[in-house]
């Protein structure tokens, strides 16, 4: 249990790892041709308006006098007002399989896109990012979520497409890139699954111990905070990119505001919203955000394992009794409670779509019909542009007041027609928060999740403490070696050199990390040859300043070519000096003679397994109170889930105290694989006290090699 124990910062061969060498993206690129860059300023405002008749059709033929602008309520001066036609539709010939229930195991044979590989910025029509919040979703709506963009990837996309599929609690860089290879978007749609540490079943999970409220509301606010940042970083990238842009948003829990302002009374100005603000970096970024809510309608009703004492205690908290009459009321109110609460999620999630000149899509069992719908509205609008009036009250109009949201409301001087726009946006010249980055290299890779990923990285992210009142997030990358670039020198060796950089960002957005450094490579023949099968594992550890959320970041450029790939996770670091129980990350690994396959690394930082393999688990618990030298008067048990449910429990895991001379109980047992047929999991590993007051619990997510079932 070595690997527990000990992380160094090193980079090595990695003896038991393999790289997966990914298609590269068509790089960014400047604004398309024809249509200047969206930007607020008093010169200038450009809104996207689609105008339809009573029968939903796109109305075309209009002018800038055909117009009418208001901003705040006064008429502007209108500069121009452009049509872009709807895109085309499917090139005949395309060979586009239609199946009901597609899949990402056969992407292998599906068609590249016409002109994929030679896309130009000025080819490309569509700009489309599918954002998946994964933080909200319940177990059984991920794979819904996962088939959905898989049908929509292989039956909507056009020639001139460029897309992404992106999951708001991070991932690989190989897979998060824009492309018009749909191999690339299947294959990052296969990683969508349910996250036990999202808010997904209001964190109230099964098979899982009980929550207090709340520590459950504190949690779920921690996974809106992380959505909000994914969301953020979407609109940050993309406004550097060229075409029409679309952001569906898919979430079954998007709690935001259900209007775009409010008066602020101190200086009696209209003030954005969370929603107005979201609004505004989209308009910015020349994007409409189109919510789509996943959530089954059949799920409104109790399924066959509902638990009305985990529900009791779920909405009372646990208690040492339960009152008999309210819980025998629970199943009835089941349905009621579950519809107000989507109500109260699809208000806001309608305010950020009307914002933005969208629409949302929900009270479907259809996914895939949302988000067609979705592509379906990326043509046939008009670009008005305008001149705001009274430049000297653009801006905050006294010192240190707040920017003031700029209502916006056009109409069209044409009878039985109707107008979609944005709702406003701010008046200020620079960019908001995310969408202040730059740079490129290793800086932008960092900065931007849709970096260049010529260079395939994975990575995770765990807390550990080695020293007691020391803690650490400990970062283990698997980089792909078949894309660095080696040069063949005397004696048969070959060298290379590599840039990393790594940082981690804490709820407040202060960053820590280790300063940029440059890694030599030398290796000899046979070394070389097993490198470039297996790829290269790099381990660094950043002490982590407090406790609490910290997003972490990696990106490692190869100097010989300038590829850069990027990858960034989640971690939680617990307050361990407040003597509650805590526990450090999970890892999961293959032991020494485990089989192993390009396919099946069986490390820690690449987590795939072959069937007839074993995964070997550890972890650290901290505060355990001891019953006597040498013991810690606990209790663990392990599962392994698979969208949300427990499908085996292995042995139960071993506990030892002060185990390898670090801090803490060593948590570690394992799980036989020949049971469980190829696809994704999740373990889950728990401990209590026996007293039964305390718990704690860590999961991570692994694969078995072969095609899903």
């Avoid at 779920?220 to 959505?227: F, G, L, T």
């Avoid at 078949?482 to 940082?503: C, H, K, M, N, Y």
């Avoid at 660094?540 to 972490?552: D, F, K, Q, R, T």
């Amino acid at each position: 249990m070595a690997q527990a124990a000990t992380l160094p910062a090193s980079i090595c061969l990695a003896a038991l790892a393999v790289a997966v060498p990914m298609a590269q993206a068509p790089a960014s690129a400047p604004a398309e041709r024809g249509r200047p860059a969206f930007r607020v300023s008093v010169n200038l405002v450009q809104v996207d308006v689609v105008v339809t008749d009573s029968k939903g059709r796109r109305v075309a033929g209009l002018g800038p006098q055909d117009f009418e602008v208001l901003d705040d309520g006064k008429p502007q001066s209108i500069l121009g007002a452009r049509y872009v036609p709807q895109t085309a539709p499917l090139a005949a010939g395309l060979p586009v399989r239609r199946r009901r229930r597609p899949s990402a195991d056969s992407a292998a044979g599906l068609a590249i896109l016409p002109g994929s590989d030679r896309l130009t910025p000025g080819d490309v029509r569509r700009t489309i990012v599918f954002l998946v919040d994964d933080e909200s979703l319940a177990p059984e709506v991920a794979p819904l979520v996962r088939r959905g963009i898989e049908t929509v990837v292989e039956n909507d996309l056009r020639p001139g497409d460029l897309a992404a599929v992106i999951r708001t609690s991070g991932g690989e860089g190989a897979l998060e890139q824009f492309t018009s290879d749909r191999r690339i978007l299947l294959a990052a749609a296969a990683r969508i699954r349910w996250l036990p540490g999202g808010r997904g079943l209001l964190l109230f999970r099964r098979g899982s111990l009980p929550m207090d409220r709340r520590d459950a509301r504190f949690l779920e606010a921690d996974s809106y905070a992380r959505s909000w940042t994914g969301i953020g970083r979407v609109m940050a990238a993309i406004e550097r990119l060229p075409g029409k842009k679309a952001v569906i948003l898919i979430s079954q829990g998007w709690i935001t505001a259900d209007r775009t302002w409010v008066t602020d009374p101190k200086w009696d100005l209209p003030v954005a919203t969370d929603t107005g603000r979201l609004v505004d970096w989209a308009i910015r970024a020349g994007a409409t955000i189109y919510p789509v809510d996943p959530t089954p309608l059949d799920s409104m009703n109790p399924g066959a394992d509902y638990d009305v004492t985990q529900d009791y205690q779920n909405q009372f908290g646990i208690q040492y009794w339960i009152n008999p009459g309210i819980a025998a009321q629970l199943p009835q109110q089941y349905q009621q409670v579950g519809l107000a609460e989507l109500e109260m999620f699809h208000e806001g999630m309608r305010a950020l779509a009307e914002g933005t000149g969208g629409f949302l899509t929900a009270d479907t069992n259809d996914i895939a019909f949302g988000m067609s719908r979705a592509l379906g509205d990326l043509g046939g609008y008009y670009v008005v542009e305008f001149k705001p009036g009274a430049p000297e009250h653009f801006f905050a109009p006294a010192k240190d007041a707040p920017p003031p949201f700029h209502r916006l409301k056009i109409r069209v001087r044409r009878r039985r027609v109707r107008v979609r726009y944005a709702d406003g946006y701010l008046g200020r010249n620079e960019q908001p928060g995310f969408l202040t980055g730059g740079g490129v290299g290793l800086a932008q890779a960092l900065e931007s999740p849709f970096s260049s990923s010529a260079l395939p990285l994975r990575l995770t992210a765990i807390f550990n403490e080695r020293r007691a009142g020391a803690p650490e997030i400990d970062l283990l990358v698997h980089v792909g070696a078949r894309d660095i670039s080696f040069t063949s020198g005397a004696g048969g060796r070959w060298r290379a050199a590599l840039e990393v950089a790594t940082r981690i960002t804490d709820e407040k957005g202060a960053r820590a990390g280790q300063p940029d450094r440059t890694i030599p490579l030398e290796f000899s023949d046979p070394d070389f040859r097993r490198v470039t099968q297996r790829g290269l594992l790099y381990e660094a550890s950043v002490a982590a300043p407090h406790s609490g959320y910290y997003e972490a970041q990696v990106a490692v450029k190869d100097k010989g070519s300038g590829r850069v790939g990027s990858a960034r996770g989640w971690v939680y670091v617990p307050d361990v000096k407040s003597g509650r129980l805590a526990m450090s990350g999970l890892l999961a690994y293959g032991p020494a003679e485990a089989p192993r396959s390009e396919e099946a690394p069986a490390v820690a930082a690449y987590r795939v397994f072959e069937n007839s393999s074993t995964l070997d688990y550890a972890c650290r618990i901290f505060n355990a109170p001891q019953a006597e030298a040498g013991t810690a008067p606990l209790e663990a048990r392990a599962v392994v889930l698979k969208e949300g449910k427990a499908v085996f429990a292995p042995p139960q895991p071993a506990l030892q105290a002060g185990a390898g001379g670090s801090p803490g109980t060593l948590v570690s047992g394992s799980v036989p694989l020949s049971s469980l047929p190829p696809g994704s999991y999740i373990l889950e590993v728990a401990a209590w006290d026996r007293a039964g007051k305390r718990a704690v619990a860590q999961w991570t997510d692994f694969d078995i090699a072969g095609p899903a079932r």
